[in-house]
Every structure is written in structure tokens, then in C-alpha cells.
Nanobody, 115 residues
Framework: QVQLVESGGGLVQAGGSLRLSCAAS????????MSWYRQAPGKQRGLVAS???????YYLDSVKGRCTISRDNANNTVYLQMHSLKVEDTAVYYC?????????WGQGTQVTVSS
């Protein structure tokens, strides 16, 4: 079993920055992909960014240039640094890890961007 614990969400003004963290524990394989998803009220959950254990990253077009995903493999932690936040970035942000044995989700952390 794998547990994911997110932190770093909060309330920020438009144009501000936040850094989300997600610490994984349990049966984590060295080969995995860690991702951040978000879900705004009334909308489907969607992928924001992902990073493989080898460091290959992917970004949603609307966050390119504003967000950076990184990971600390030694501590099984993934980060999402967000800059120039917009009101439309408001959502619950979820961490996900995909391992050879399955995929696991965190409980989510709220990000609210005020105008």
C-alpha cells in the first residue's frame, strides 16, 4: 500500500506563488510517475503536471511557464512550484503516484486564488 500526503495549499492573491508538496510512503517502487491533478468546482479532475522517476516532465498548456514540477527521489516527494497564479487556478490539487502495482491518490489540498 502507498500513502500520499499533500501540503502547501492555501489562499493567495492573483499573481502570487505557492509550492505544493506531496510525500509518498509505503511500497514505492523506484520506477514510478508522480503527478499533480486539479479539480475545480463543477469540473472534472484533470492533469496539471507529471514527472517520471527519470525526470521527464509534462505540463498542461495553461500552466507552462508558470509551474515547475520536481521530485526528490531520495525522500519520495514531489513538488509543484506555481507562480503568477490566476483566479482560474483555484481548485483542489491532488497528488497521484503510478507504480508497477497500481495508482494511488492523495487526499487533496485546496488552492484558492483571489482577484
Amino acid at each position: 500500500q502507498v500513502q500520499l500526503v499533500e501540503s502547501g495549499g492555501g489562499l493567495v492573491q492573483a499573481g502570487g506563488s505557492l509550492r505544493l508538496s506531496c510525500a509518498a510512503s509505503g511500497s514505492i517502487f523506484s520506477l514510478n510517475t508522480m503527478s499533480w491533478y486539479r479539480q475545480a468546482p463543477g469540473k472534472q479532475r484533470g492533469l496539471v503536471a507529471s514527472i517520471t522517476s527519470g525526470g521527464i516532465s509534462y505540463y498542461l498548456d495553461s500552466v507552462k511557464g508558470r509551474c515547475t514540477i520536481s521530485r526528490d527521489n531520495a525522500n519520495n516527494t514531489v513538488y509543484l512550484q506555481m507562480h503568477s497564479l490566476k483566479v482560474e487556478d483555484t481548485a483542489v490539487y491532488y497528488c497521484k503516484i503510478v507504480t508497477p502495482r497500481g495508482e494511488y491518490w492523495g487526499q487533496g489540498t485546496q488552492v484558492t486564488v483571489s482577484s
